[in-house]
């Protein structure tokens, strides 16, 4: 079974830009959820959405949305760039029960200069 | 709000020896997870902890749960270099609650 996949793997951008994030869970996966990872801040909840719908959300401001499409892909979009959103964004897929292991992709470094 | 606090931070251990990874939570909870991260790669899940007493082993880790003291462990036996890399704990809590993370514990096995 292919695991979780992230595209792109690698973005720079300049502050005040936006910027879009893919995410394929595991076959048959209808949870995914968001993170960011920084050195100072550590890993950090953004959202979970499970069939189509935001489950969850962290305590990010709303330039960070999301949305996940019928066939469980998602999508994570950040608008007017700062510096301090340079991070490895990671998402994470599980069936979405209860205490379902969540199963990481490679992960988006975006670095904003 | 829920808290995860793992000690020690960093670890320097010497090949062949024994160390544990503490990690406690500020909420009760019977959901506690443990991941690996290498530099530059994503999370590898290691064990899932699902009730109180829980105790899994795998090669030279074993991790274990006491939820009344809202603790978990992750004991390294007989350390090889391999076996460095950053370790999370991460916790949720009944309800469909996102998962929190510990700061990791860098680990570096030395010869």
């Known amino acids: 079974k292919a695991g979780v996949t992230q595209t792109p793997r690698y973005l720079i951008k300049t502050r005040g830009q936006q910027v879009t994030l893919s995410c394929s869970p595991i076959?048959?996966?209808?949870?995914v959820s968001w993170y960011q990872q920084t050195p100072g801040q550590g890993l950090q909840f953004l959202f979970e959405?499970?069939?189509?719908?935001?489950?969850n959300k962290g305590n990010f401001p709303g330039r960070f949305s999301g949305r996940q499409f019928s066939n469980s892909r998602s999508e994570m979009n950040v608008s007017t760039l700062e510096l301090g959103d340079s991070a490895l964004y990671l998402c994470a897929s599980s069936l979405g029960g209860v205490a379902d292991t969540q199963y990481f992709g490679p992960g988006t470094r975006l670095t904003v200069l | 709000e829920l808290k995860v606090e793992q000690n020690p931070l960093f670890l320097s251990m010497q090949e062949g020896k024994n160390y544990t990874i503490y990690c406690n939570y500020s909420t009760t909870s019977d959901r506690l997870y443990w991941y690996r991260q290498d530099p530059g790669k994503s999370l590898e899940s290691l064990f899932v902890?699902?009730?109180?007493?829980a105790v899994k082993q795998e090669g030279r880790l074993m991790a274990s749960l006491d939820t009344k003291a809202r603790l978990s462990t992750l004991h390294i036996t007989a350390a090889v270099h391999d076996l460095s890399a950053t370790y999370f704990c991460a916790v949720d809590i009944p309800g469909n609650t996102p998962l929190v993370f510990g700061k990791g514990t860098r680990l570096s096995v030395i010869a």
């Open positions: 076959s048959g996966h209808r949870s």
């Open positions: 902890l699902l009730s109180n007493g």
């Open positions: 959405y499970f069939s189509e719908t935001q489950r």
